[in-house]
């Protein structure tokens, strides 16, 4: 099982609005990460989690704040959001060890628009 | 600075055919290159992998071809399918940073039956 699940897979929010995002992995990978991917544009690494703990913050705006509860799962809490953060955010997760973090297994995807 | 480019927005081939797909890099500390194929309203998909000790890494239809000297690697796929045509993605780690991945601004794949 290589699945990474993430949700809502849609999310519409005002820019006053809280929310979170979700994902999920039962493959026992200890990495998790979050991308940001705008329109024809390449993923952009935000947050990474290893073993649970906040190892790379891609200075994202404090906006954006990750958490991560336990090993399969990782948040994203989004406040006070701009237009310009619409995109599509990105879940992903590598077994995390030498050798194998960058082999990452991504998630569908949440599409987000702030209005 | 775009340390991954591949310049080549899309590239269209009949099915059957070779499809060959190209990547540069500037950062000389990459030292670990996937390629990751993306369809619409799903995420990217690992599809193979390569170690800067290494030239070439075949897996099936894919393969991976390295040239360090000229910081450019290349994806084959052969013979090509219509089930191919989706957006690639190439990407590179300096093997320090829990995987942080670069990846360049894709190349859209179209396979004509």
């Known amino acids: 099982d290589t699945e990474v699940t993430q949700t809502p897979k849609h999310l519409v929010m005002g820019m006053t609005n809280k929310k979170s995002l979700k994902c999920e992995q039962h493959m026992g990978h200890r990495a998790m990460y979050w991308y940001k991917q705008k329109a024809k544009k390449p993923p952009e690494l935000m947050f990474v989690?290893?073993?649970?703990?906040?190892?790379i913050n891609e200075s994202v705006p404090s906006r954006f704040s990750p958490e991560c509860p336990n090993s399969s799962l990782l948040n994203l809490h989004l406040h006070a959001l701009q237009p310009e953060d619409s995109a599509l955010y990105l879940c992903a997760s590598s077994q995390g060890g030498q050798g194998t973090w960058e082999t990452q297994y991504f998630g569908p995807g949440t599409r987000l628009l702030v209005l | 600075d775009q340390q991954v480019k591949q310049n080549s927005p899309s590239l269209s081939v009949q099915e059957g055919r070779i499809s060959i797909l190209n990547c540069d890099y500037t950062n000389s500390m990459f030292d670990y290159f996937l390629w990751y194929k993306k369809y619409p309203a799903e995420g990217p998909t690992f599809l193979i992998s390569i170690s800067s000790i290494k030239d070439k890494n075949e897996d099936g239809r894919f393969t991976v071809f390295l040239n360090k000297s000229a910081k450019h690697l290349s994806l084959h796929i052969v013979p090509s399918q219509p089930g191919d045509s989706a957006v690639y993605f190439c990407?590179?780690?300096?093997?320090?940073?829990?995987?942080?991945?670069?990846f360049g601004q894709g190349t859209i794949l179209t396979v004509h039956p």
């Open positions: 989690y290893s073993y649970e703990k906040l190892s």
């Open positions: 990407a590179a780690s300096d093997g320090t940073s829990y995987g942080k991945l670069t």
